[in-house]
């Protein structure tokens, strides 16, 4: 029973305790060679050089792409907007210079047709028809 109770515990140990140490240090400690080692380091090196020039190929190839369909370029991280009350991704207030923007009739199709006036006149003679009807009905007044 302590055998066992000592290989179970014994190994945990011996994992938390080469965590702390260095990594390097432990892999001479485990008797394996420095040219070894060197040469893993060396391939390792190789690899990321290599994974580099991958990545490098294809921001080139994004960009191309980019360019040649006129797409913009995300920018990176995502982002949040930070309400008034200081909550990630809450509805934010429009400020009073927004709300004109937005009801700017020139930006809208009807004002790049040229056709505000009578978009205008529509409304008004709607609105006048329906305070008339309302002022019949009953349940309008």
Known sequence: MNFVVKQMVGSQFKEMTDG?????NT??????D???????????????????KMELE???????????????KKEDGPQFDIGADGRIGAARKKTPEE??????????????LGLTEHVEKAKTAATS???TIKGFLPFGK
């Open 129 to 131: 028809a329906f305070d």
């Open 58 to 72: 294809r921001e080139k190839m994004r960009t191309d792409i980019r360019s040649k369909y006129n797409i913009t």
């Open 99 to 112: 709300l004109a923007a937005e009801m700017e009739p020139d930006d809208s199709i009807i004002g790049q």
């Open 20 to 24: 702390l140490g260095g990594g390097e």
């Open 34 to 52: 420095p040219e070894v080692i060197a040469a893993r380091k060396e391939q390792e090196e190789r690899r990321k050089e290599k994974h580099r």
């Open 27 to 32: 892999e001479q400690a485990q008797g394996e």
